[in-house]
């Protein structure tokens, strides 16, 4: 079983529809939550970390994390094509060490 | 601005070629990574640096080597490039002790080998 698991997809969403992306993990020792966004041909940026449980918010972004399940999600209202995107999960553990997921290739079409 | 930066945006070797990776960070980063990255398996890690001269084997290391010469520059190795390491090679940096560990990655490097 890996450490993070992510639903590579791909998505394929209308322009304005809320897009839902999810993750789980299996080892409890973290001590972040992170959501990268990675476009076409280029590398992963930071979108959002999170430490504790609930929702953390960003303009059109939240950030969900339910330790209890050991479930993550990144919720994104009135999506544009601009979103178009892979969205990678990550969680950085108390050793050091970051997991990803696999990611979720998102289309937003207009 | 950070900057994360990979020499070679795209790379066609042939088998048994050795291949040089370039990456090359200017935010004074202490820690820097090489992953690769492929469909369905994510961002699987190669080799970190947490220093220079400085290496440690991450999830993937066989068939590559790595070089941390200078602070700012972390070099990947392919001494005889298979075709199972066609890929994308992601550089990333890390300031140590940083609390989140958010890493900066560079652009990538494809690479095919035939």
């Known amino acids: 079983q890996k450490e993070v698991e992510q639903d590579p997809g791909p998505l394929s969403v209308p322009e304005g529809a809320i897009v839902s992306l999810n993750c789980t993990y299996s080892?409890?020792?973290?001590?972040?939550f992170m959501w990268y966004r990675q476009y076409s041909r280029k590398g992963p940026e930071l979108l959002m970390y999170?430490?504790?449980?609930g929702n953390k918010e960003d303009g059109r972004f939240t950030a969900q994390v339910d330790k209890s399940s050991k479930y993550i999600s990144l919720f994104i209202r009135d999506s544009q094509p601009s979103d178009s995107a892979t969205y990678l999960c990550?969680?950085?553990?108390?050793?050091?060490?970051?997991?990803f997921g696999a990611g979720t290739r998102l289309t937003v079409k207009p | 601005d950070v900057k994360v930066t990979q020499s070679s945006r795209y790379l066609v070797k042939r088998t048994g070629e050795k291949v040089f990776l370039e990456c090359v960070q200017d935010?004074?980063?202490?820690?820097m990574f090489w992953y690769r990255q492929d469909p369905g398996l994510g961002l699987r890690l190669i080799y970190f640096?947490?220093?220079?001269?400085?290496?440690e084997k991450g999830d993937i290391p066989e068939g590559y080597s790595v070089s941390r010469e200078k602070k700012e520059r972390f070099s990947l190795i392919l001494e005889s490039a298979s075709t199972n390491q066609t890929s994308m090679y992601l550089c990333?940096?890390?300031?140590?002790?940083?609390?989140?560990?958010?890493?900066?990655f560079g652009e990538g490097s494809r690479l095919t080998v035939l």
């Open positions: 990333a940096s890390r300031l140590a002790g940083g609390n989140t560990g958010e890493l900066f």
């Open positions: 080892n409890s020792a973290f001590q972040y």
């Open positions: 999170t430490y504790s449980s």
């Open positions: 990550a969680i950085y553990f108390n050793n050091n060490d970051m997991r």
């Open positions: 935010m004074d980063h202490e820690n």
């Open positions: 640096s947490y220093d220079v001269k400085m290496k």
